[in-house]
């Protein structure tokens, strides 16, 4: 349970580095605007904005990466440590951008659901 938990603890790690590239690298790209619904001048106006909330993505993922390396080689305290620390500001992350706009579901599921599982399949793996 525990080698289930990490690997879809490492899907959440990588949609959150995806979620950086876009971002913090392609903000003002027009399939990344598509993706967000913005326009070319809301883009440009919002692009330091989103350059800097896309870090926090990348440094939640680096967080999960840290502590899936961590449970990955026997050190279960501190990797399940940062796991719940990174992966659950994953969901928190998720459920801030549910509850500011609704219109924004699709989105949040997709930051949050995959920390998610992989939080309680982590809790079955430790507790079992």
């Known amino acids: 349970m525990l080698a289930f938990a990490l690997i879809v603890l490492a899907l959440a790690a990588l949609v959150h580095v995806y979620i950086f590239v876009l971002e913090s690298l392609r903000w003002t790209a027009p399939s990344t605007r598509k993706t967000f619904g913005t326009s070319e001048a809301d883009a ?7 350059y800097n909330q896309g870090f926090y993505n990348l440094f939640l993922a680096i967080t999960v990466a840290v502590g ?45 659901t995959p920390p998610l599982i992989g939080l309680v399949l982590l809790l079955i793996a430790l507790l079992g």
């Open 44 to 50: 440009a106006t919002t692009r330091q904005l989103a």
């Open 68 to 112: 899936i390396g961590f449970a990955a080689t026997g050190a279960l305290a501190p990797g399940a440590a940062l796991l719940f620390a990174g992966a659950g500001s994953m969901v928190a992350a998720g459920l801030v951008l549910l509850t500011s706009d609704r219109r924004k579901l699709r989105a949040a599921l997709v930051q949050l």
